[in-house]
Structures are given as C-alpha cells and as structure tokens.
C-alpha cells in the first residue's frame, strides 16, 4: 500500500468509529448493553466501572485487525488494510479516552473548557446524561457534537411526548 492509501484508511478508520461508537452507544449500551452501561450513567465515587467493559470490546476489534494484517499471524493470507484499520481504531480508543473519560467526565485531568468545540463536546454529553434511564436521550456520540441548543429542544420534546424522563435541571 502507498503512504497515502496507508493514511487515508487510518483516517477513513477513525472516522468510521465515530459512527460505530454511535450506533453502540444507542442501540447496545442504552439497550440489551444496559447492564454494563448503567453505572456510567449514576453517581458513584468508584475509580472504574462496568462500562469500562466496552473499552475492551474496542480493544478486541483493534487486536483483530492487527492480527487479520499480520503476516507473523496470517502468513500468506493476512491481509494489509487490516493493520491500519487496527492502527485507526486503536487511535479513535486513545481520542475517546482523553475526550469523553478526561475532558468530559474528568477522570484523568480537570479542565472545564470555557469556549470552543471542548466546551460544545461537554455540554452535549452532559445533555445525554440529562435523562434517567436508558430511554430517550441525544448526543450518543463521543467526538462530533452536536448544537446543545437543539439537543436541549430535543430532550423537551422528548420528555413531552413521554419518551425520556429528563432530570428537572435541564429544563
């Protein structure tokens, strides 16, 4: 593969995870996922959480495609694009860490973002964390955030047609 081709699968990677993280988040963590998911979302003064969980499941799929582009492993068979597809998911494991575990939930450094895309990132976070439950909910994304404005409107809606109980501070 070309330096190019290399760079451009890790980035289509990266990118690519966003939207799984996404659907993960949605359809598996708020749903048959919940288990694990659900002390993230209660107060707890525990240093982890079952949610951690899920960081291992990203590890397995970076480990696999690391092995699926290993000749060391595949010999003859492996396949190229599957080592930078593991590099990709290994570097979007390593932007959600320092995001949503460090800048967001403050696990590892305290820093409140005044302004910018940080500020906009914490606050779409804090507004998926608006609601009790597993019901309901906006912003299932870790690194592209949406305007809290809308998302604020959205939770109301939400709570108005009865979908999602939102906490009585947001409004």
């Known amino acids: 593969m070309s ?3 290399i760079l451009a699968t890790i980035l289509a990677s990266v990118i690519a995870m966003e939207f799984i993280a996404w659907a993960s988040h949605k359809y598996i963590m ?3 996922g919940w288990g694990w998911h659900r002390d993230h979302h209660e107060p707890h003064d525990k240093r982890l ?3 951690d969980l899920f960081g ?4 397995a799929m ?3 495609m690391f092995a699926i582009g290993s000749p ?3 010999g003859t068979n492996a ?3 599957g080592t930078w597809i593991g590099l990709g998911i290994l570097f979007y494991g390593i932007i959600y860490t320092l995001i949503h575990d460090g800048l967001v939930h403050q696990r590892y450094f305290k820093y409140v973002p005044k302004r910018g895309y940080a500020k906009r990132l914490v606050q779409a976070h804090k507004l998926h964390h608006a609601t009790i439950g597993k019901q309901g909910g906006v912003s299932f994304g870790f690194v592209f955030a949406r305007d809290p404005a809308k998302l604020k409107a959205e939770l109301k809606e939400q709570r108005e ?3 999602a109980v939102v906490r009585d501070a947001v409004g």
């Open 161 to 163: 047609a009865g979908i």
């Open 3 to 5: 330096i190019f081709a």
């Open 56 to 59: 291992l499941v990203g590890a």
């Open 79 to 81: 396949w190229e694009p």
């Open 49 to 51: 959480e079952k949610n």
């Open 72 to 74: 060391l492993i595949m």
């Open 30 to 32: 708020h749903g048959f």
């Open 62 to 64: 970076s480990i696999s």
